[in-house]
Protein backbone atom coordinates (compact mmCIF):
# COMPACT_ATOMS: atom_id res chain seq x y z
CA UNK A 1 0.00 0.00 0.00
CA UNK A 2 0.91 3.44 -0.51
CA UNK A 3 0.81 6.30 1.31
CA UNK A 4 -0.56 9.91 0.27
CA UNK A 5 -0.68 12.71 2.79
CA UNK A 6 -2.08 16.71 2.55
CA UNK A 7 -0.56 19.44 3.86
CA UNK A 8 -1.21 22.93 3.85
CA UNK A 9 -2.61 25.80 6.42
CA UNK A 10 -5.77 25.72 7.91
CA UNK A 11 -8.72 26.80 5.28
CA UNK A 12 -6.06 26.13 2.23
CA UNK A 13 -8.53 23.39 0.62
CA UNK A 14 -6.63 20.33 1.05
CA UNK A 15 -10.01 18.51 3.01
CA UNK A 16 -11.96 19.35 -0.27
CA UNK A 17 -8.50 17.59 -2.68
CA UNK A 18 -8.35 14.75 -0.13
CA UNK A 19 -12.19 14.00 -0.21
CA UNK A 20 -11.93 14.08 -4.08
CA UNK A 21 -8.63 12.01 -4.90
CA UNK A 22 -10.11 8.77 -3.94
CA UNK A 23 -12.70 8.87 -6.53
CA UNK A 24 -10.35 9.53 -8.77
CA UNK A 25 -7.82 6.54 -8.16
CA UNK A 26 -9.07 2.84 -8.44
CA UNK A 27 -8.17 0.87 -5.75
CA UNK A 28 -7.70 4.15 -3.28
CA UNK A 29 -9.33 5.02 0.21
CA UNK A 30 -9.58 7.25 2.36
CA UNK A 31 -8.04 7.08 5.97
CA UNK A 32 -11.74 6.51 7.31
CA UNK A 33 -12.64 4.09 4.48
CA UNK A 34 -9.40 2.22 5.09
CA UNK A 35 -10.35 1.65 8.93
CA UNK A 36 -14.14 0.56 7.78
CA UNK A 37 -12.67 -1.90 5.09
CA UNK A 38 -10.13 -3.25 7.13
CA UNK A 39 -12.63 -4.31 10.33
CA UNK A 40 -15.17 -5.49 7.57
CA UNK A 41 -12.52 -7.80 6.22
CA UNK A 42 -9.88 -8.21 9.50
CA UNK A 43 -11.82 -7.20 12.82
CA UNK A 44 -12.49 -9.22 15.35
CA UNK A 45 -15.38 -7.67 17.06
CA UNK A 46 -18.59 -8.73 15.86
CA UNK A 47 -20.85 -5.99 16.28
CA UNK A 48 -18.19 -3.59 14.64
CA UNK A 49 -17.48 -6.10 11.98
CA UNK A 50 -21.23 -6.58 11.22
CA UNK A 51 -21.40 -2.48 10.90
CA UNK A 52 -18.49 -2.69 8.38
CA UNK A 53 -20.21 -5.21 6.50
CA UNK A 54 -23.92 -2.81 6.61
CA UNK A 55 -22.67 0.80 6.47
CA UNK A 56 -22.71 2.22 3.26
CA UNK A 57 -19.73 4.41 3.84
CA UNK A 58 -17.84 6.11 6.66
CA UNK A 59 -20.14 9.24 6.43
CA UNK A 60 -23.50 7.71 7.94
CA UNK A 61 -24.57 7.39 11.68
CA UNK A 62 -24.04 3.47 11.91
CA UNK A 63 -20.45 3.14 11.34
CA UNK A 64 -18.67 6.15 13.68
CA UNK A 65 -21.07 4.62 16.72
CA UNK A 66 -19.95 1.07 15.84
CA UNK A 67 -16.18 2.20 15.43
CA UNK A 68 -16.67 3.92 18.56
CA UNK A 69 -17.53 1.52 21.07
CA UNK A 70 -15.12 -1.50 19.06
CA UNK A 71 -12.01 -3.23 20.64
CA UNK A 72 -10.05 -3.60 17.64
CA UNK A 73 -9.62 -0.08 18.05
CA UNK A 74 -7.82 -0.32 21.25
CA UNK A 75 -5.87 -3.67 19.95
CA UNK A 76 -4.97 -1.10 16.59
CA UNK A 77 -3.20 1.62 19.55
CA UNK A 78 -1.56 -1.30 20.94
CA UNK A 79 -0.16 -2.30 17.53
CA UNK A 80 0.93 0.99 16.31
CA UNK A 81 2.69 2.01 19.75
CA UNK A 82 4.84 -1.23 19.86
CA UNK A 83 5.68 -0.45 16.59
CA UNK A 84 6.33 3.24 17.45
CA UNK A 85 6.95 3.55 21.15
CA UNK A 86 9.20 6.89 20.64
CA UNK A 87 6.38 8.78 18.97
CA UNK A 88 3.79 9.12 21.65
CA UNK A 89 7.24 9.92 23.74
CA UNK A 90 7.94 12.71 21.53
CA UNK A 91 4.26 13.53 21.44
CA UNK A 92 4.03 14.16 25.07
CA UNK A 93 7.59 15.33 25.66
CA UNK A 94 6.47 18.45 23.24
CA UNK A 95 3.43 19.18 25.20
CA UNK A 96 5.56 19.43 28.25
CA UNK A 97 8.02 21.38 27.12
CA UNK A 98 5.65 23.92 25.46
CA UNK A 99 2.54 23.75 28.64
CA UNK A 100 2.53 27.79 29.45
CA UNK A 101 2.29 28.60 25.68
CA UNK A 102 0.17 25.94 24.45
CA UNK A 103 -3.83 25.80 23.43
CA UNK A 104 -6.18 23.02 24.37
CA UNK A 105 -3.19 20.28 24.44
CA UNK A 106 -5.76 17.58 25.69
CA UNK A 107 -7.51 17.93 22.38
CA UNK A 108 -4.69 17.35 20.57
CA UNK A 109 -3.64 14.71 22.49
CA UNK A 110 -6.90 13.10 21.47
CA UNK A 111 -6.87 13.41 17.53
CA UNK A 112 -2.73 11.93 18.18
CA UNK A 113 -4.45 8.66 19.40
CA UNK A 114 -7.04 8.68 17.13
CA UNK A 115 -4.80 8.98 14.22
CA UNK A 116 -2.53 6.04 15.46
CA UNK A 117 -5.37 3.47 15.97
CA UNK A 118 -6.51 4.74 12.52
CA UNK A 119 -3.86 4.65 10.42
CA UNK A 120 -2.68 1.03 12.06
CA UNK A 121 -6.39 -0.03 11.01
CA UNK A 122 -6.00 1.59 7.49
CA UNK A 123 -2.43 0.65 6.53
CA UNK A 124 -3.50 -2.86 7.33
CA UNK A 125 -6.35 -2.77 4.63
CA UNK A 126 -4.10 -4.67 1.90
CA UNK A 127 -6.65 -4.74 -0.68
CA UNK A 128 -6.19 -0.89 -1.42
CA UNK A 129 -3.54 0.51 -3.43
CA UNK A 130 -3.48 4.03 -1.86
CA UNK A 131 -4.69 5.40 1.21
CA UNK A 132 -5.76 9.01 1.28
CA UNK A 133 -4.65 11.05 4.74
CA UNK A 134 -6.00 14.36 4.93
CA UNK A 135 -5.17 15.27 8.89
CA UNK A 136 -2.32 13.03 9.11
CA UNK A 137 0.98 13.20 10.66
CA UNK A 138 2.17 15.76 8.62
CA UNK A 139 -1.16 18.45 9.53
CA UNK A 140 -0.36 16.89 13.04
CA UNK A 141 2.69 18.78 13.79
CA UNK A 142 0.80 22.23 12.83
CA UNK A 143 -1.65 21.35 15.41
CA UNK A 144 0.56 20.31 17.42
CA UNK A 145 3.36 23.21 17.48
CA UNK A 146 1.47 26.20 15.66
CA UNK A 147 0.01 27.37 19.04
CA UNK A 148 2.53 29.56 21.07
CA UNK A 149 5.20 27.91 18.36
CA UNK A 150 9.03 29.76 18.93
CA UNK A 151 11.81 29.07 16.42
CA UNK A 152 13.59 26.91 19.15
CA UNK A 153 10.36 24.53 18.45
CA UNK A 154 12.07 23.65 15.42
CA UNK A 155 14.25 20.99 16.84
CA UNK A 156 11.14 19.11 18.59
CA UNK A 157 9.50 19.42 15.12
CA UNK A 158 12.21 17.10 13.33
CA UNK A 159 12.24 14.72 16.33
CA UNK A 160 8.18 14.20 15.94
CA UNK A 161 8.59 13.63 12.37
CA UNK A 162 11.80 11.26 12.60
CA UNK A 163 9.07 8.85 15.05
CA UNK A 164 6.32 9.52 12.30
CA UNK A 165 5.34 7.05 10.00
CA UNK A 166 6.26 8.38 6.09
CA UNK A 167 4.32 8.74 3.22
CA UNK A 168 4.87 8.17 -0.39
CA UNK A 169 4.01 11.32 -1.53
CA UNK A 170 3.08 14.30 0.29
CA UNK A 171 0.60 16.83 -1.21
CA UNK A 172 1.10 20.43 -0.08
CA UNK A 173 -1.88 22.79 -0.71
CA UNK A 174 -0.50 26.28 -1.02
CA UNK A 175 -2.93 28.99 -0.29
CA UNK A 176 -2.11 32.44 0.81
CA UNK A 177 -3.04 32.90 4.20
CA UNK A 178 -5.45 35.82 3.81
CA UNK A 179 -7.67 33.50 1.89
CA UNK A 180 -7.19 30.69 4.25
CA UNK A 181 -8.10 33.34 6.95
CA UNK A 182 -11.07 34.60 5.21
CA UNK A 183 -12.53 31.38 4.13
CA UNK A 184 -12.29 30.11 7.82
CA UNK A 185 -14.34 33.07 8.73
CA UNK A 186 -16.95 32.38 6.33
CA UNK A 187 -17.43 28.30 7.42
CA UNK A 188 -16.54 28.73 10.93
CA UNK A 189 -13.14 28.13 12.73
CA UNK A 190 -12.10 24.96 14.67
CA UNK A 191 -12.96 23.86 18.08
CA UNK A 192 -9.93 24.95 18.91
CA UNK A 193 -9.93 28.86 17.98
CA UNK A 194 -13.20 29.70 17.91
CA UNK A 195 -13.30 31.75 21.08
CA UNK A 196 -9.85 33.25 20.50
CA UNK A 197 -9.37 37.01 18.73
CA UNK A 198 -8.76 37.85 15.41
CA UNK A 199 -4.85 38.89 15.96
CA UNK A 200 -4.55 35.31 17.79
CA UNK A 201 -5.64 33.44 14.90
CA UNK A 202 -3.68 35.41 12.35
CA UNK A 203 -0.60 34.37 14.58
CA UNK A 204 -1.47 30.75 14.55
CA UNK A 205 -1.53 30.90 10.52
CA UNK A 206 1.42 32.68 10.09
CA UNK A 207 3.17 29.96 12.40
CA UNK A 208 1.35 27.12 10.73
CA UNK A 209 2.86 28.01 7.30
CA UNK A 210 6.69 27.81 9.12
CA UNK A 211 5.65 24.57 10.73
CA UNK A 212 4.30 23.73 7.06
CA UNK A 213 7.88 24.74 5.76
CA UNK A 214 9.45 22.58 8.16
CA UNK A 215 7.64 19.52 7.25
CA UNK A 216 7.98 20.31 3.52
CA UNK A 217 11.89 20.69 3.44
CA UNK A 218 11.95 17.87 6.51
CA UNK A 219 10.24 14.83 4.61
CA UNK A 220 11.60 15.92 0.97
CA UNK A 221 15.22 15.94 2.48
CA UNK A 222 14.12 12.48 3.61
CA UNK A 223 13.41 11.24 0.25
CA UNK A 224 10.00 11.58 0.52
CA UNK A 225 8.37 13.06 -3.11
CA UNK A 226 6.40 16.14 -2.27
CA UNK A 227 3.84 17.73 -4.97
CA UNK A 228 2.61 21.30 -4.63
CA UNK A 229 -0.53 22.07 -5.86
CA UNK A 230 -2.52 25.89 -5.87
CA UNK A 231 -5.51 25.78 -2.77
CA UNK A 232 -6.77 28.58 -5.59
CA UNK A 233 -7.11 26.47 -8.49
CA UNK A 234 -10.53 24.94 -9.27
CA UNK A 235 -9.99 21.33 -7.21
CA UNK A 236 -10.65 18.79 -10.82
CA UNK A 237 -7.48 20.48 -12.14
CA UNK A 238 -5.51 19.69 -8.94
CA UNK A 239 -7.19 16.26 -8.49
CA UNK A 240 -6.17 15.20 -12.30
CA UNK A 241 -2.32 16.55 -11.27
CA UNK A 242 -2.30 14.33 -8.37
CA UNK A 243 -4.24 11.65 -9.70
CA UNK A 244 -1.40 11.50 -12.54
CA UNK A 245 1.36 11.69 -9.96
CA UNK A 246 0.32 8.68 -7.44
CA UNK A 247 -0.04 6.76 -10.98
CA UNK A 248 3.30 7.32 -11.66
CA UNK A 249 4.74 6.83 -7.88
CA UNK A 250 3.17 3.66 -7.94
CA UNK A 251 4.40 2.59 -11.01
CA UNK A 252 7.84 3.10 -9.80
CA UNK A 253 8.04 0.55 -7.40
CA UNK A 254 5.88 -0.48 -3.75
CA UNK A 255 5.03 1.82 -0.76
Keep these: MHVVEFLGLPGSGKTTLAEALPG ?78 DMRPDLVLGWMVNLMARYQLATEEARASWLVVDEGFAQRAVALFAAGYEPGDEMAIREYLTQSPVPDLLVVVETPLEVCAARLDHRGWSERLADVGAPQRHLFLESAGTIVSTVEAVWEGRGVEVLRVSGEDPPPDSISVIAATLTSSANRGPG
Design 24 to 101: AIPGALSLEDGVRMSMRHGGTDPVTRLAARLARSSSGRLWPMAYARSSDRVAALVRFFSARPALMESVVAAQRARADR
